[in-house]
């Protein structure tokens, strides 16, 4: 696992404050309302909405939110109009890091991120400078104690998933984003309990970070970025040690 994807799980196993808790509503509504704009409000013709309304729900967003931003994304409700951008550049110690934006002004968004990119130890890249080092994949997160390796494969192999891998606390599936929906549905209908689901960006190759004060230094841009009301996602190919991360913690 990436070292920005342990990074992740530790602040939600802390519990979300309030504040954050906002954030992410309000950036998943945001792209609710953007994949059903670009696909349809049908779930189920429209898979990628389908995944983005479950993911909803499973960071418990309130049904009628929900479906109030599927409206405005069809056209059925008035709603601002989003655009997709991404941006590409390097944090400390050289650690590649893509961001994905939903934005209504790219010129308010785009130098806010070159901001946030420079006044953290940072610099922000051309388009395709470190998207290479980046893969799409689906990935969906099950607990340790749901089910055996053996057990597990029988239910996701045979609806397209491509590995499954120990986590430690939780095994993670890999597979194509468009089998994601297919992975999760046999799942469930396995009755295996499912912490996550989404498409994500997977680095093909990581960089190490040693100690932690280069963590601390990596960290504290992509907390910045993923705290900025635009950015919907950071993935960075960074990898550390659990001992540095709970040194980094403490």
């Given at each position: 696992?990436?070292?920005?994807?342990?990074?992740?799980?530790?602040?939600?196993?802390?519990?979300?404050?309030?504040?954050?808790?906002?954030?992410?509503?309000a950036?998943?509504?945001r792209?609710?309302?953007?994949?059903?704009?670009?696909?349809?409000?049908?779930?189920?013709?429209?898979?990628?909405?389908?995944?983005?309304?479950?993911?909803?729900?499973?960071?418990?967003?309130?049904?009628?939110?929900?479906?109030?931003?599927?409206?405005?994304?069809?056209?059925?409700?008035?709603?601002?109009?989003?655009?997709?951008?991404?941006?590409?550049?390097?944090?400390?110690?050289?650690?590649?890091?893509?961001?994905?934006?939903?934005?209504?002004n790219?010129?308010?968004?785009?130098?806010?991120?070159?901001?946030l990119?420079?006044?953290?130890?940072g610099?922000?890249?051309?388009?395709?400078?470190?998207?290479w080092?980046?893969e799409?994949?689906?990935?969906?997160?099950?607990?340790?104690?749901?089910?055996?390796?053996?057990?597990?494969?029988?239910?996701?192999?045979?609806?397209?998933?491509?590995?499954?891998?120990?986590?430690?606390?939780?095994?993670?599936?890999?597979?194509?984003?468009?089998?994601?929906?297919?992975?999760?549905?046999?799942?469930?209908?396995?009755?295996?309990?499912v912490?996550?689901a989404?498409?994500?960006?997977?680095?093909?190759?990581?960089?190490?970070?040693?100690?932690?004060?280069?963590?601390?230094?990596?960290?504290?841009?992509?907390?910045?970025?993923?705290?900025?009301?635009?950015?919907q996602?950071?993935?960075?190919?960074?990898?550390?040690?659990?001992?540095?991360?709970?040194?980094?913690e403490?």
């Amino acid at each position: 696992m990436s070292g920005h994807s342990k990074w992740a799980s530790i602040k939600h196993q802390k519990g979300a404050k309030d504040k954050a808790r906002g954030k992410l509503f309000a950036k998943l509504i945001r792209q609710v309302e953007v994949t059903a704009r670009a696909g349809g409000s049908d779930l189920e013709s429209n898979a990628t909405l389908r995944t983005m309304y479950q993911k909803a729900r499973d960071a418990s967003v309130p049904l009628d939110t929900i479906e109030r931003a599927i409206k405005r994304g069809s056209g059925e409700l008035e709603g601002v109009r989003y655009e997709a951008v991404a941006y590409e550049g390097y944090a400390p110690c050289g650690v590649a890091v893509f961001v994905e934006v939903l934005t209504d002004n790219r010129n308010r968004t785009g130098p806010d991120i070159r901001s946030l990119f420079s006044r953290n130890g940072g610099s922000l890249a051309e388009p395709g400078a470190v998207a290479w080092q980046f893969e799409r994949k689906g990935v969906v997160t099950i607990p340790k104690e749901a089910g055996s390796e053996d057990d597990l494969l029988l239910v996701v192999l045979d609806a397209g998933a491509e590995d499954l891998a120990d986590e430690g606390d939780t095994w993670r599936v890999t597979c194509d984003p468009s089998a994601l929906t297919a992975v999760r549905d046999a799942l469930d209908a396995a009755s295996v309990a499912v912490v996550s689901a989404d498409v994500t960006m997977l680095p093909t190759t990581v960089v190490a970070l040693e100690g932690p004060e280069d963590a601390r230094k990596v960290l504290r841009l992509i907390d910045a970025l993923d705290d900025h009301d635009d950015v919907q996602d950071v993935y960075a190919n960074f990898d550390v040690a659990d001992d540095v991360l709970q040194a980094v913690e403490a």
